[in-house]
């Protein structure tokens, strides 16, 4: 089964999904920004998700974590939790 390790972090609004990426990208880190802004609980382990594999996330969520490049912040992702940052960090084939 292919599994894929994670972090998000999971804002109200695109406008403020994209100036917290413009932050990481400007050197900010991506654990800080989680601590202080993310709505998900996750936010205590800096947005880190763990290990999952396919079905256990929201569609939109999951075909990016399933697709994009590793170790890059890949966002706003619009769900219905709302708006989202997120880092692959591992993936198995």
């Not at 599994?3 to 800080?32: M, P, Y």
């Not at 202080?36 to 996330?57: D, I, T, V």
């Not at 989202?84 to 960090?89: D, F, N, Q, S």
Request: charged share 25%; with cysteine.
């Amino acid at each position: 089964m292919v599994t894929a390790s994670a972090r998000h972090i999971l804002v109200d609004t695109e406008e403020q999904c994209i100036k917290l990426k413009n932050q990481i990208e400007s050197g900010s880190d991506f654990a800080e920004v989680a601590k202080e802004y993310s709505n998900c609980p996750s936010k205590m382990q800096g947005g880190a998700l763990g290990s999952f594999g396919r079905g256990q996330m929201v569609q939109e969520f999951e075909e990016v974590v399933f697709s994009a490049e590793l170790n890059k912040v890949q966002g706003p992702v619009k769900t219905q939790f709302g708006y989202h940052l997120l880092e692959v960090t591992k993936r198995t084939d």
